[in-house]
């Protein structure tokens, strides 16, 4: 969920492997969600989105999934590499309105991907 | 291009002082964002700016003031620093949509106050 802590959730993968990173988020009136890597000293960088009136999504190796039934989004790596290794966020945002593109972001999913 | 550009990379203050972290963007994205991220931590909103010479606060922005002359340049102000300011900053910008959108972050700012 959101709970707020020291030390995020870790995943550890061997390459080649699937990954499947999870996110409960927040906000039931969130419309769009993104899905963030950040590397080691470096800023988030986008990976992929979804908007709520899709449930599924699918880029280069990666697939998004969204349940907004219990307010889940997953991130889907397929053939995991070395330089997949990175720290993982969910984001989450309302469109429209007065939101002006603000992101609320989840704790994040440390990945370590084992050569 | 050279999307959203951050100065400094890294900064020691010590208690009290005062420091500018400089964000630049060559996008023309209108909106624009400043975030700090604690160690293990999400990236929490401190200010945004809708436009040139619009600004509101975010989830957390005790502490810090920002202005907004021009849409390329958002800098955040801190006037009397504390331990508690010890994290890494990330500005970001993003172009105004009805339909939700990506923001861009730039390189971050890592800060120590001592």
């Known amino acids: 969920g959101e709970s707020v802590g020291l030390h995020l959730p870790t995943l550890s993968v061997q390459e080649g492997d699937n990954s499947i990173i999870n996110c409960a988020y927040s906000?039931?009136?969130?419309?769009?969600f993104i899905w963030y890597k950040q590397e080691s000293g470096k800023g988030p960088q986008f990976i992929i989105d979804?908007?709520?009136?899709?449930d599924k999504r699918q880029g280069q190796r990666v697939t998004v999934l969204l349940n907004k039934t219990v307010k889940h989004l997953s991130l889907q790596i397929a053939a995991t590499q070395p330089g997949d290794s990175a720290v993982y966020f969910c984001?989450?945002?309302?469109?429209?309105?007065?939101?002006?593109?603000?992101?609320?972001f989840g704790q994040g999913t440390i990945l370590t991907v084992h050569p | 291009n050279a999307g959203v550009t951050q100065t400094p990379k890294f900064r020691i203050l010590k208690i009290g002082q005062s420091m500018t972290l400089q964000c630049a963007q060559d996008?023309?994205?209108?909106?624009m964002y400043w975030y700090r991220q604690d160690p293990g931590m999400g990236l929490k909103l401190i200010y945004y700016s809708v436009g040139a010479g619009i600004t509101d606060k975010g989830e957390v922005p005790n502490g810090y003031n920002v202005s907004r002359s021009t849409t390329e340049d958002f800098p955040l102000r801190l006037e009397l620093a504390a331990p508690s300011q010890t994290s890494v900053y990330f500005c970001?910008?993003?172009?105004?949509?009805?339909?939700?959108?990506?923001?861009?972050f730039g390189q971050g700012t890592r800060l120590t106050v001592v």
């Open positions: 984001a989450e945002n309302i469109s429209g309105g007065t939101s002006y593109g603000k992101l609320t």
């Open positions: 970001a910008s993003s172009y105004s949509s009805k339909g939700g959108t990506e923001a861009f």
């Open positions: 906000n039931s009136a969130s419309d769009y």
């Open positions: 996008m023309n994205h209108n909106y």
């Open positions: 979804i908007r709520s009136n899709m």
